[in-house]
């Protein structure tokens, strides 16, 4: 099968194989040594000198820490919403009693700092920013979100960024835009299957941890730094994913992060060029169009079920549907993680063939 | 190495292998026949026809999930403890808010029924208990657990079961027992990785929990069981460890229940025959011994963390140390899961020799 899903993507045979490994005493040297390692290199694909901390858990849970960590029932936040995945930072608000302003991008739209400053002006009590930098539901990189970090703190924010599914494979260099709060997910540009998620903390947002009175156990990244300080973790990791991540890191620095990033710009814009030939429109507004996932509206006639059903089992691809209100109306091709340009090229292969197959005709063709 | 601690466990090879396949979309056809497969073995293992939610988590995350979909902040709850893991649902309990009653029995010894019969009299507020069938710090087992559940339910409380380090490996027959919230973890008797914890839930519990008014967003069971019925999970799982735990259950399942349970008997037995025959001293009562895990006291004039180290480091077994207020005076000794006569035979024989590297002579012997 190519899966060409925003995640989990493919992993590579090595990787997998290495997550095959005798297991190990957690709390012995061996997983010390193994912890200390993985962690250097996750602050190398951060591009940050800040803590990181490693969870068991899905890309869902590291962003259920990053809130609960840093708001307080009743602290009013700000959330920054262009999908699905800004809208769970908006669940999440809620279930937890934070104060919760949305400021809602149209879908298929980036986030517009300017407004962003406004909603900050209009309401100076807010002292959180809830951001999406790559939006997966829509495929739309957030990218002023440099610019909106330099927003956030000029009214006193912390800024707590979703980069799940860009940072590993498009830039996000935490330190240089200053960041303070970062997650990411090991089954995106990772390479490795999912299970662990990767919280960068600054010392703007420990401080606010310290005065944080949110009840948090398992996803308290105090306890987390706490042990890493042992090369430990508070509660029994994901060994097997921590193999599989110190693989693939040494995969990644091999290849070097300028490599990674340009490799995916290239496979975001054959994917594009190749959609776009196929006579369908992106649902990505330009110049906001992400280079780990695209959206594509499905033709008008095409059922989208019927487009993800035909493509797997008849074409041996795998794209997503639409996820809440997109249901239907798009699917999506990944080209994250572990991709090169013969996987994008049979993606557009596949895609053509089953568009054939269910009777849509590209324009000029025979 | 011969990793002989309650936890992770050794991982079959063909088990590891089995997590080393291709990946799949979560969303997908092949993950819903996945999760319905490995639901239906996890349920014939936990010996019940309740519904039970696999998490992609550890142990403890199971524990947090058990605690705050059932407990409210503000709501008594009874704590009986016998070791680490028992205090574990203490600082969960009062890191959410429960007004927790700990009945606490000096580590080693098992919880005497009488006693929470009596608490419960005492105060008839409380409407949840909380117990560990096997408490994995001191290796002993609450052998009562159903005469506990009896007093639990006569007292019309709720009964929540840490079973993490027991079922798989001892009877643990939860409809059998009426345990209302189970929890166990694959890095245990499941002979799989860590990063999944299993939850059963019976409607006695699903009731509380629509009452519940404790935030909950990752560990939210209602949204697992909502989940599962389209053969999903709410957040992206641990994929690779679905994989590990498919290929385990078969194994489980062929050697059948009672025969795990047999097994384990018999390796606990020999354990301990094998110490006491090196003139050491368990920790745990008499009768009450952990068939998973056994304690040993550390002998007078010997240095608990030169014994783990030695063991490792010359004789090639892996022992854990006593935790808390344990350490240095403990150490333990995992027979649970993938352990088999020679693995236990070459555990005895690591430890006899690393005794008598440390100048500690069996009395009787030359």
Redesign the interface.
Known sequence: ?N?R?P?????P?EV??A??????????PEFAALIKRTTEGVKTVFQTQNDVLTL??????GM?SALVNHVSAGDPVLIVTVGVFGKRFV??GN???ARVTELAFDFGSAADPARIDEALRADPSIKTVFVTHNETSTGVTNVDLPEIARIAHSHDCLLIVDAISSLSSIPCPVDEWDLDVVVS?S?KGWMV???LAFVSVNERAWERQRQNQQ?????DLQRAKAALESGQT????????YF?LDHALGLMLAEGLDSIHARHKRMARMTRDGIRSLGLELFASEGVESDTVTAVKVPEGIDGGQLTKVA?EEFGT?F??GQGELRGKIFRFGHLGWVREDDVQQGLQALEGTLDRLGYRVAGRA
């Open positions: 099968m899966l899903i995640g989990p993507t493919p992993v045979a997998a194989q997550g095959a490994a005798e297991m190990i005493n957690h709390r012995g068991t858990t899905s890309g869902s849970g259920e669940d999440l279930v937890y009693g997910g089954q299957a999912p299970g009840p948090r156990f398992y996803f508070p509660w029994t990791p994901a060994v097997s994913l599989q797997r795998v997503a549907g």
